[in-house]
């Protein structure tokens, strides 16, 4: 063994047998389960060792090592971690050292223990290896490791001093699966990845969640106290529906830009669960904005936005009901879809919904009812404009055909000047699209009104 190899071993910090990362290797599931179960002894390349070990070294937890002075080889024993911790093992007494709060396992649930033999060129592999009970993995000069000089490895089972008690040297399995070990603890690589991860948002420029364009010049002309403050986040699509709501109907009103992140106290005094949008009209309050929007029509004049007709307001009601129930969380779906096949069923089924919506509206247009926009219309207009400027770049959605109803609809929410006195620049839109991708039910709980 010669002096640079020495150095690098002592070098090495505690029970680390490699120094680099492969994220995503060939044939990854099928070398994992089996280096889980070892069932014959193992030859492996120093590359094939470095590889794929560390997307396994989460089932074992490393023991000892031995060092022998005369040989060219080192020998480290790990315990499947299952097997627990063994009594004696003293604390650290570091008062910089992060204290974790550990869950005890009961002892002894698995007996397995291995031994990673780590040979160093020039060396030959041990004669007490059964021959024919060996697999040899490709890559080693002629299947015979040694030959070409450079390093490689060997993994065994020993058990025998294991779990049993016996000292019998049956080499039993894993007595559970490779999915639960995957459940105690994570590999090297995937901490890797989260240290990543973190690292990368840190770096990260902050989410600029800051109204822009005309809504900068509408949230000035409403900014003075008034009676009936509107708690909103220029961002949120369920915000928008009733600050869309309240210019269409001419209303004064204080608006106040809230991020639902920090919950402030006026925030959770108006709406308890800490959602936006809320509101306050003297010392009643209220969320959910299908029942602020049903609020402003019933109790304040000004333009109407559901019809006399008692059949006609019912009929609104019904797709007002299809939006939230079929079109948003669609919306929310293909957001959340990273693979084509799953954004190609959910582009068809979000579609196919908004087809539902579109059919259902004024054969003439432009809005639902005709040429004045209800509330059928606000509830769909934050979602509609939101679709070119969010999912036409990221996945297969597609803008409406010209000449189609849907065409014309989607046009017409475009420019009305109520939508467009709610609206900020597109940047804003696309920085936050990441608060789209968030689990429905997390999502809806940390931000937004459903």
């Known amino acids: 063994m010669g002096h640079s190899s020495t150095d690098a071993i002592e070098a090495r910090p505690h029970g680390q047998l490699v120094s680099r990362i492969v994220l995503d290797p060939p044939d990854l599931d099928a070398w994992r389960e089996r280096l889980f179960n070892v069932d014959d002894t193992i030859i492996l390349t120093n590359e094939q060792f470095e590889t794929y070990f560390p997307h396994i070294d989460n089932v074992y937890s490393h023991r000892s090592t031995q060092r022998y002075k005369r040989k060219p080889f080192i020998s480290h024993y790990w315990d499947c971690r299952m097997k627990g911790r063994p009594p004696g093992t003293p604390k650290s007494d570091d008062p910089a050292k992060k204290k974790r709060k550990r869950n005890a396992r009961e002892r002894d649930l698995c007996d397995v223990k291995i031994k990673i033999t780590e040979y160093f060129p020039g060396a030959t592999i041990q004669s007490d290896h059964d021959e024919q009970h060996t697999f040899v993995a490709d890559g080693l000069a002629g299947g015979q490791p040694g030959m070409d000089g450079e390093k490689f490895w ?50 990260q420029k902050p989410f600029q969640r800051r109204p822009s364009g005309q809504a900068v010049q ?100 019904l797709w007002i009901d299809h939006i939230n129930v079929k079109i948003v969380p669609g919306f929310y779906a293909l957001a959340r879809a990273y693979d084509s096949t799953k954004q190609f069923e959910r582009t068809e089924r979000l579609q196919a919904e908004i087809t539902a919506l579109v059919q259902a509206a004024d054969e003439r247009g432009p809005y639902f009812l005709g040429t004045d926009m209800c509330l059928v219309d606000i509830h769909f207009a934050p979602f509609a404009i939101r679709l070119s400027r969010l999912f036409r770049d990221r996945t297969m959605w597609l803008d409406p055909m010209p000449g189609t109803r849907w065409h014309q609809w989607a046009n017409a929410l475009e420019h009305n000047p109520h939508v467009q006195a709610t609206l900020s620049n597109n940047e804003l839109y696309t920085e936050t699209f990441d608060l789209y991708t968030m689990p429905g039910p997390q999502h809806s709980d940390q931000l937004l009104d459903l």
């Open 218 to 317: 509408t949230i000035k002309k409403h900014n003075k106290e008034h009676d009936l403050k509107l708690y909103a986040a220029c961002f949120c699509p369920f915000s928008q529906r009733v600050w869309i709501a309240l210019e269409a109907k001419g209303m004064a009103y204080q608006y106040c830009e809230t991020d639902p992140y920090r919950k402030p106290t006026q925030l959770l005094e108006a709406n308890p669960r800490g959602l936006v949008p809320a509101i306050r009209e003297g010392d009643w309050a209220s969320g959910e904005s299908s029942v602020i929007l049903e609020y402003l029509e019933d109790r304040h004049s000004g333009v109407p936005l559901l019809p006399t007709d008692a059949r006609l307001k019912a009929n609104c009601r």
């Open 154 to 203: 060997t993994i065994q089972r020993v058990n025998g001093n294991g779990g049993n008690g016996k000292g019998d040297g049956v080499a039993g399995p894993h007595k559970h699966s490779l999915d639960k070990s995957d459940q105690i603890k994570k590999s090297t690589v995937q901490r890797y990845l989260t240290t990543q991860e973190k690292e990368a948002r840190k770096a």
